[in-house]
């Protein structure tokens, strides 16, 4: 019998929350975002809330929300299918140059990422001429349902789709080169769906508005708007949000790839990942049975965590990240935390953290320390251990993975 960590906050004429934050901060508009979803009428049993909880766009980072009849969109929000993927290479550290930098050099040159908002110009973080391989996998696996969406929904075609697939992005997307406590050296990235998922996302949050607006339903929050189960918009999102995270899944594969050829050129020998390979959303809705019900079951900034299944729970730029195997909590739905959580908003980080205190944070990692990345210094996050021993029973922690090379947009 596992002991459980979760605290439970009644909420009136709603279901109750039940929240593994004991240890770790937990802000009060988070915890009022928590209480409006838990007071819509379609909730199944209770919302959970996860150790890396905060605020997010109507729907809180790092919650568990299982519906009977009913989707909100702004709850798997506008990067649809994020998630992580990591590697277990057959290189130790030993195999690594003294030198990282023209290690992150490759891979920034291997990987499209960041962002260019030039007008007429090419945005600097897709591909310039779509590499054949690439071109290949859109045809094979995405292609034919994309033009099923955008047949319904026009709007969705004029977006870096294809040109996005095998690209980073930016702010909390990387891709990193780790050791694990044994020396193991592994990959690991964190991406999804890129300008195409931000598209569906924002098209049918707009949506869902507009359906509350005609059937005159008032929120405790306009960006719960929700669609109905049996509804053309309803049966539209399902499809597009289910193609979208098909999409971060294969892009996530393709970059994972282009990293590990990266590295292979420049240790000037083939790289060969080894058989932990975990490919895991955290931004994602899914048809899952619970408590007797079917539900759709929204986690928003957070991972499945079934009995057995491997997950990615990563710290900060500058602290310990973990492949962890669920433990099949059915308080949580079967759900972990997706990372540390933030503590501080973009911008209050900015104004906070100097350059110079980001610099010292990552003294040990080859990555950008310049002002364009202050927003991810290890302090604008939750201390990662804390997290961890907050969800104790949730996930049981396989390797503990330290970062030495970091890749940021």
């Known amino acids: 019998m596992l002991d459980m960590n979760y605290e439970v906050t009644t909420v009136e004429r709603g279901v109750p929350i039940k929240s593994w934050t004991r240890g770790v901060p937990f802000e009060d508009k988070a915890r009022q975002q928590l209480r409006n979803i838990a007071s819509l009428p379609f909730i199944h049993q209770w919302v959970a809330a996860m150790p890396d909880v905060h605020l997010g766009k109507g729907a809180t980072i790092g919650s568990v929300i299982p519906t009977l009849g009913a989707v909100i969109p702004a709850a798997v929000g506008v990067d649809i299918g994020c998630g992580m993927m990591a590697v277990k290479t057959d290189l130790q550290a030993r195999d690594l140059p003294d030198n ?20 007429g110009k090419r945005d600097k973080g897709a591909w310039g001429e779509l590499p054949e391989a690439v071109a290949r996998l859109w045809q094979t696996q ?63 949050i707009e949506l869902a508005k507009k359906d509350m607006e005609r059937m005159f339903i008032q929120l405790p929050d306009k960006d719960l708007a929700y669609l109905v189960e049996g509804a053309e918009n309803f049966n539209d999102y399902v499809e597009a949000v289910g ?37 895991c959303h955290h931004n994602y809705v899914s048809r899952e049975h619970h408590y007797g019900r079917n539900v759709l079951l929204t986690r928003k900034g957070a991972v499945s965590a079934r009995k057995d299944e ?14 962890v195997r669920g433990l099949g909590n059915q308080e949580s739905f079967c759900t972990c935390s997706h990372g540390a959580g933030r503590v501080m908003s973009r911008t209050e980080a900015r104004k906070r953290v100097s350059v110079a205190q980001h610099s010292e944070a990552t003294r040990d990692v080859e990555c950008r320390k310049d002002a364009g990345v202050v927003d991810e210094t290890p302090s604008a996050y939750k201390d990662i251990d804390s997290v961890m021993a907050a969800q104790s029973d949730l996930v049981e922690i396989v390797y503990t993975l330290k970062q030495v090379v970091c890749v940021k947009g």
């Open 100 to 119: 990282l930098a023209p290690l992150r050099c490759a891979i920034e040159q291997a990987v499209p990422h960041g962002r260019s908002l030039s007008r």
């Open 142 to 204: 995405l292609a034919e349902r994309f033009q099923v969406l955008t047949d319904k929904h026009r709007v969705l075609k004029n977006t870096n789709n294809a040109h996005h697939l095998g690209t980073l992005g930016t702010g909390n997307h990387f891709i990193e080169v780790c050791l694990d406590e044994h020396q193991a050296v592994w990959v690991m990235l964190h991406s999804g769906s890129r300008g195409v998922g931000n598209r569906i996302g924002s098209h049918f």
């Open 243 to 279: 193609w979208a995270q098909d999409y971060a899944r294969l892009n996530r594969q393709i970059m994972m790839q282009y990293t590990l050829n990266a590295l292979a050129v420049t240790l000037g020998r083939p790289v060969i990942g080894e058989e932990e390979a975990v490919n």
């Open 310 to 323: 491997l997950g990615i729970i990563p710290g900060s730029m500058g602290a310990r990240s973990f492949i």
